[in-house]
């Protein structure tokens, strides 16, 4: 089975601009699920999405948000970006259960770097 | 918030034994997964505890406390190949809930 793969892996935008990341899910996983990783703070949840509906949401401004597709593939945008985006954005699906019971499998992310 | 705490970096010698601690809130806690991540690469699936005790796969075994709040992922017979980031992470409020990841602990095998 093919893994969970992200486009584009590498990314670089100036301060204000929006960005559009997308991730495939393997095959029959329904849960997707999106984090961002930085030095600092680490892997932090963003959200997750089953069945096209946003099922959890993390700490973020509303800056951040996302969508998912009948075919479960999924994709998150940043609005307005700031210096402080700059980080690697981890995608991660799983059968159907949420993260917290679910292991995720992660694809190799999306590196954002903000100018 | 659910504050998830480990150690930043351990270094270790190949061929021995490492533990790495965790500690987190037990408040809404489902169980505790363990991931491993290499540099530049994606985190992979290690361990997940749900009930007290060790659960042992190979070199690598994991434990859980529930009633403490604390884990451990212990790696035995070290090899260089097991020099890498290890992230414990909370599950939280249920099977539609969050998990919360700690910054990791990288992990040093010296020869």
């Known amino acids: 089975k093919a893994g969970v793969t992200q486009t584009p892996r590498y990314l670089i935008k100036t301060r204000g601009q929006q960005v559009t990341l997308s991730c495939s899910p393997i095959?029959?996983?329904?849960?997707v699920s999106w984090y961002q990783q930085t030095p600092g703070q680490g892997l932090q949840f963003l959200f997750e999405?089953?069945?096209?509906?946003?099922?959890n949401k993390g700490n973020f401004p509303g800056r951040f948000s996302g969508r998912q597709f009948s075919n479960s593939r999924s994709e998150m945008n940043v609005s307005t970006l700031e210096l402080g985006d700059s980080a690697l954005y981890l995608c991660?699906?799983?059968?159907?259960?949420?993260?917290?019971?679910?292991?995720?499998?992660f694809g190799p992310g999306t590196r954002l770097t903000v100018l | 918030g659910q504050n998830i705490d480990q150690p930043t970096e351990m270094t270790a010698t190949e061929g021995a034994i490492v533990q790495i601690n965790c500690t987190y809130q037990?408040?809404?806690?489902?169980?505790l997964f363990w991931y491993q991540q290499h540099a530049g690469e994606a985190p992979t699936f290690l361990s997940y505890?749900?009930?007290?005790g060790l659960e042992e796969k190979g070199r690598f075994s994991s434990f859980l406390s529930r009633s403490k709040g604390y884990s451990y992922l212990l790696l035995k017979e070290l090899q260089m190949k097991d020099s890498a980031s290890y992230l414990c992470?909370?599950?939280?409020?249920?099977?539609?809930?969050?998990?919360?990841f700690g910054k990791g602990t990288k992990l040093s095998v010296k020869p």
């Open positions: 991660a699906s799983s059968l159907g259960q949420g993260p917290s019971t679910d292991t995720q499998y």
């Open positions: 992470a909370g599950g939280y409020g249920g099977s539609q809930g969050n998990l919360i």
């Open positions: 999405y089953f069945s096209e509906t946003q099922r």
């Open positions: 095959s029959g996983h329904r849960s």
């Open positions: 505890n749900v009930l007290d």
């Open positions: 037990t408040s809404g806690f489902n169980g």
